[in-house]
């Protein structure tokens, strides 16, 4: 548990130690207890960064929060409020109490002062800053239909964007930045939403939603912070479309300017921001019966998407045309332009599943098999692979033995081995009949692997040993095959190698591994450079002497022999030292 008086114990000590500098440089220039066990602070860093906290009995910390970019579990600012938290509530108990009464001023002099000095405050607050007066009339625009909520949102928008935009790109600190701006106008648009007043709602989301989608094509957003933005803004139109209150008027407007901006190719472009429109748009499609206004708009993005990176999206078109259909109730129409589409893999798979439900076996494995045609001429093997699994899902149900042999044992070795067909394709055997087979399987494997090995003798890029084991090693783990597997890594005797077979041949073979170790760790000591290559050398030394007891002394003893013939690498010496003690 969290707590006030243990928390230094529990941060990694770089981000206590900086948090503490921030605390005692007094960085921490606005601290309050806003509610009870609730602090908001303000902390300076490269930019004034807002931090919260939550506490429990004025003790255990329950949650916190920074606005700073930093994305690991706590950062300095929020340490520099903990200790300012802390010397707060340490406070003589006159002080705290003085801080309470300070919480309810701001409250009691809302409730005290009249309507005039209410708005002689406002008049006089307006004129120092015209941004107040913005953000007041958005605030009450459902008073004044002459309030232009899309302009003076879209000049606010702008205005916030410049504030964080270099010549008109958003860096990485910058993009965290406007995210985090744009997070509290946002909260806006859910107001109006709030308030029923949907029409305003709307004017806010487009007034943002361009303008950002512009900003992110020329941001760094490796964080992720502007897509979530924008994401928010969705889901917004999305509230507004799906809002029962919302008029026919309102939601038509809606569905226009969806067309509008879903012609416009970066919405696809950067995330999945044009599809998750598009799904607003087609509900709104079925919620206004606009079909033959959904069905156009389709057909016209499929006719301009004719370039060969296009693909994904023409399919998109296609797919969401029948589930439209579908959901309309056109199921003619629907199934028809699902048998103008079998060449999309979902599509057929789902009339494939479709035929299997209806045990019609051999209509299903006659559409896979002009699928995996369809796959091979477009050169592509995942698909094909996905195939055979179907039929070997089919060749289950079917109780086929020979088939289920087939299909098993070529995906158990397809593109990299499979445990699970493996288990699959012997399963289909009893256990002398198992010996016979898989004796084949491991003679037929080996001799074109030595075929293939002696036609490039003459190669330089041959390699020193056939590759049996790639080919091979699967097969004797399965079957603990443990002297075969130990034969072939043997021979390779190679420290990467060995220890990738070492949990399955430590148990059995220790004296056998250790001669292969102890030259390999004196090799790998020697070749070693930097911090991390010693670390990890001393991690691997320390591994086979927990796992092979016996050999403890041997590689201590090549540790030691590191450290003689390498006196002058610091590094590798403190490396070294901790599998000596």
């Known amino acids: 548990m969290l707590t006030l008086q243990n928390f230094e114990s529990d941060i990694y000590s770089t981000i206590l130690q900086r948090g503490k500098q921030y605390y005692s440089q007094k960085t921490v220039v606005w601290l ?36 700073c970019p930093y994305d690991g579990e706590m950062c300095k600012h929020v340490v520099a409020v903990l200790y300012a938290v802390r010397a707060e ?17 701001f409250e009691n002099l809302l409730q005290s002062i009249s309507l005039k000095e209410y708005q002689d405050f406002i008049r006089h607050y307006v004129a120092k800053d015209k941004d107040f007066k913005t953000e007041f009339e958005l605030f009450f625009a459902d008073k004044d239909e002459r309030i232009d909520v899309e302009k ?11 504030k964080h935009s270099d010549h008109g790109y958003v860096d990485y600190r910058a993009s965290y930045s406007l995210s985090r701006d744009m997070d509290k106008l946002l909260a806006s648009g859910n ?13 806010f989301a487009k007034a ?9 094509t020329q941001a760094d ?60 748009y087609e509900n709104l499609a079925i919620q206004l019966r606009l079909s033959e206004e959904f069905l156009d708009f389709a057909d016209a993005q499929i006719r301009k998407l004719t370039g060969p990176y296009d693909t994904y999206r023409r399919e998109f078109y296609q797919k969401r045309k029948i589930e439209f259909l579908a959901a309309i109730g056109n199921t003619d129409e629907a199934e028809e332009l699902v048998q103008q589409s079998l060449d999309i893999v979902e599509v057929r798979q789902a009339v494939v599943e479709k035929a299997i439900a209806k045990k019609d076996y051999e209509s299903a494995k006659k559409l896979i098999a002009e699928g995996i045609k369809v796959a091979e001429n477009k050169n592509h093997p995942g698909t094909v692979t996905a195939w055979q699994k179907e039929l070997l899902k089919i060749a289950a149900l079917e109780k086929d033995t020979e088939t289920i042999r087939h299909h098993a044992r070529h995906l158990a070795f397809d593109t990299w081995f499979s445990a699970e067909f493996y288990k699959q394709w012997k399963a289909t055997y009893s256990q002398a009949e198992w010996k016979e087979v898989i004796e084949k399987y491991i003679a037929e494997t080996s001799e074109k692997i030595m075929k293939t090995w002696d036609s490039e003798k003459n ?7 056939p590759p049996l084991l790639e080919k091979l090693s699967p097969i004797y783990i399965q079957e603990h095959y443990w002297d075969r597997l130990l034969a072939l890594v043997q021979k390779e005797k190679s420290l990467a190698t060995t220890l990738s077979y070492h949990k399955y041949l430590a148990p059995h073979y220790p004296a056998e591994l250790l001669k292969i170790y102890l030259p390999a760790f004196e090799k790998a000591g020697q070749e070693a450079n930097g911090r991390g290559a010693y670390a990890d050398l001393a991690s691997k030394m320390k591994q086979v002497m927990k796992d092979i007891p016996e050999g403890k002394a041997k590689i201590q003893e090549i540790a030691r022999s590191l450290k003689a013939q ?3 690498r610091p590094a590798m010496q403190e490396e070294l030292n901790k599998i000596l003690k």
């Not at 943002?208 to 992110?216: A, G, S």
């Open 566 to 568: 390498f006196p002058r």
């Open 208 to 216: 943002v939603l361009k303008p950002m989608m512009e900003t992110i």
């Open 191 to 203: 107001d109006f939403v709030k308030k029923y007043n949907y029409q305003d709602a709307f004017s």
């Open 32 to 67: 309050e207890e806003t509610e009870e066990n609730i602090w908001q602070a303000e902390v300076e860093g490269s930019e004034t960064y807002e931090v919260e906290l939550m506490l429990v009995d004025k003790e255990e910390i329950s949650d916190y929060s920074c606005d």
């Open 89 to 105: 509530l340490k406070k003589p108990r006159s002080k705290q109490q003085d801080r309470k009464v300070g919480r309810n001023v």
């Open 152 to 162: 003076k949102y879209g000049d606010l928008i702008q205005k916030i964007i410049r």
């Open 459 to 465: 190669k330089y890029w041959k390699p020193a040993h």
């Open 221 to 280: 957003d490796s964080s992720g912070n502007l897509g979530e933005t924008l994401n928010n803004i969705i889901e917004l139109i999305e509230d507004i479309a799906n809002a029962e209150e919302a008029t026919l008027e309102l939601k038509l407007e809606v569905f226009e300017f969806l067309q509008q901006e879903l012609s416009d190719k970066q919405y696809f472009d950067y995330g999945d921001m044009g599809y998750e429109l598009f799904s607003v």
